[in-house]
């Protein structure tokens, strides 16, 4: 039998992102907060200590900061009609575990949103007509607007400490001319700090983009360009391009994440507490489901608890929030067959490709192993609806960027199409070409759809003996016709370049996901926010629409996938849900809107 523990008002699942921002925006409500974390305690000491954090072979090919997928993982299918199996070798994603989450081992690059995609099928149906959206295709608005949103981007953006250059503040054109995005919304404010210096391949893309009559503009990075003290008083170094980004904890504290930006001040908050290794099982509900009473929890010794709660904040990894509500029956099950229901709805992902420019050794020297994890130039001349997709007859952008964020010796090395797999002639090109390549991105939106969706596996387990999450998830013709138009374009870019070689990933028609080969960590849907529950498991708040002291942020609150990186909208959907909570929900306990 389960513990029972001293109540708090509110208890968070997840130290991540959002349950850090969740934690210091009640805390400083005068809530008493407990954060649970399933994975053990993580920091810049020990986690990312110089030099034994640079270390690619434990960090990059063995995984250290990532979910153990021997305890708890999930299956994958193509279709209904496939049988799930379990994904046990790391490949197209990896999610983190440990406090800081995915948000410690992420890159850094740092994006709002492009506003258009807060309002989706209503763009798409105003501009092209009903019929240009294919059967199947489920998009749907957000249900709140980028001028919402905008004091949360901002906010969100001084917390993190973000390097970038401002297009426009306030109506006034600041960066024509000087790295700003000629297609970004208006701001209230410039980025904390100036973006990061550009590599040379960096400058090598913007010059050829330039060339075509794009507009190419400085990466906004959560890699530090100088040094930073945040509103919470947390202190961060200039990044030194070291290029330990992705997968690794910063030794400089210069790239952005919970335990750098939020935890410091966390730490001083008497009404705060974290708990790692604290797996939650499952959120407790009344016994009429309306209304939820607090989680239960296994600690490392295999002890169960029960944590009761007023708020429950489920803000852990994204198919993990999902995996959670199904399991504890809050909203739902979403039925593919029917297309009723929600919890599951939704899945998307990023579509994503990727093309490599090889040069001469007396053209550019790119010095691939410097780099940081946000660093980089980008056009958005394709992204969201900044170009007519109707001759294309598609849905969906993508932003193109050559982020040079540091090419390691083991997995980095490249050669060019044509060149042997092994032997001298690998070797010799090896050599020749280390130095002088760069990789560019098509970063393209994903759609969702009716058969893309999450449920819980009717035969695989985890380790508590509970039922792992099978994602059901395949690749559409529209998805396809997109990136392939995108990597094209990207092909020019390479060419204009002037380079020895191309090397270009183009997606053949009626191929399926690879889980084998890494894409992103960008998981989205699954609880997806929106203004009818019919069709959404929470609100325009992150409020669920049956359990209503039950708040899920995360980008598993994503009607579909962006062009951007997910973080920066993360972070301003829950500083917003956070807002509402503190100035609405704890004056009036209830639902937040009528359903």
């Not at 081992?105 to 007509?129: A, K, N, Q, T």
């Amino acid at each position: 039998m389960a513990k029972v523990l001293d109540k708090k008002d509110v208890v968070i699942v997840g130290f991540g992102w959002t349950g850090a921002i969740m934690a210091k925006e009640l805390t400083e409500a005068g809530l008493d907060v407990v954060a649970l974390e399933r994975g053990p305690m993580r920091d810049t000491y020990p986690d990312g200590v110089y030099p034994q954090t640079m270390d690619e072979l434990t960090f990059n090919s063995r995984k250290k900061l990532f979910m153990d997928i021997s305890k708890e993982t999930v299956t994958l299918r193509h279709s209904v009609n496939d049988v799930a199996v379990p994904y046990r070798q790391f490949g197209a994603f990896l999610p983190g575990t440990g406090v800081g989450g995915a948000g410690l081992h992420w890159s850094g690059v740092h994006f709002r949103v492009d506003p258009m995609e807060l309002r989706m099928r209503s763009h798409y149906e105003e501009r092209y007509g009903k019929a240009f959206i294919p059967e199947g295709m489920t998009i749907q608005d957000f249900g709140v607007s980028y001028e919402e949103l905008e004091p949360f981007f901002d906010f969100a953006e001084k917390v993190f400490g973000t390097s970038g250059t401002a297009w426009s503040v306030k109506g006034e054109k600041v960066g024509e001319g000087k790295g700003g995005n000629y297609f970004a919304p208006d701001r209230s404010n410039p980025f904390p700090l100036p973006a990061q210096k550009n590599t040379v391949s960096a400058q090598v893309f913007g010059k050829a983009a330039a060339s075509l009559g794009y507009h190419p503009y400085n990466l906004p990075s959560a890699n530090t360009s100088g040094p930073y003290t945040n509103p919470y008083g947390a202190q961060m170094g200039p990044c030194n391009f070291c290029g330990y980004c992705s997968g690794y904890a910063c030794y400089m504290y210069s790239k952005a994440s919970p335990n750098v930006n939020v935890l410091p001040a966390l730490r001083q908050e008497p009404k705060f507490e974290l708990r790692t290794d604290a797996h939650v099982l499952r959120v407790n509900l009344t016994a009429d489901k309306t209304l939820a009473t607090g989680v239960t929890y296994v600690d490392a010794q295999g002890r169960e608890f029960e944590q009761p709660a007023d708020i429950v904040i489920i803000g852990a990894f994204q198919f993990n929030n999902v995996r959670l509500m199904l399991l504890s029956g809050i909203g739902k099950p979403y039925d593919p067959k029917t297309g009723e229901g929600v919890v599951g709805r939704n899945f998307a992902y990023q579509n994503e490709a990727g093309v490599k420019a090889f040069f001469d050794k007396e053209q550019h020297h790119t010095n691939p192993f410097i780099g940081a994890g946000g660093n980089g130039m980008a056009i958005d001349d394709f992204n969201a609806d900044n170009f007519d997709h109707g001759p294309h007859g598609f849905v969906g952008g993508s932003p193109f960027w050559c982020n040079q964020a540091g090419t390691k010796p083991i997995a980095g090395v490249t050669t060019p199409p044509g060149t042997p797999k092994w032997g001298s002639q690998w070797k010799a090109a090896t050599a020749d070409y280390y130095t002088h390549h760069l990789s560019m991105n098509a970063h393209g939106a994903h759609q969702s759809y009716r058969d893309n969706y999450l449920d819980l596996d009717p035969v695989y387990t985890d380790a508590y003996g509970q039922p792992l999450l099978r994602m059901t998830f395949d690749w559409k013709e529209n998805d396809i016709k997109m990136i392939r138009f995108m990597v094209d374009k990207l092909e020019g870019i390479a060419k204009a370049m002037g380079p020895k070689a191309i090397f270009a990933h183009k997606r053949e028609f009626n191929s399926h996901f690879d889980a084998t080969t890494y894409q992103t960590t960008h998981l989205n849907g699954g609880a997806i926010m929106g203004t009818d529950p019919n069709t959404s498991a929470l609100n325009r708040y992150l409020q669920s629409w049956d359990v209503h002291n039950v708040f899920v942020p995360g980008a598993s609150a994503f009607p579909q996938g962006l062009g951007y990186n997910p973080t920066g909208l993360v972070a301003a959907l829950t500083y917003w849900s956070a807002r509402a909570i503190r100035e609405q929900y704890l004056k009036n306990p209830g639902p937040l809107v009528q359903a």
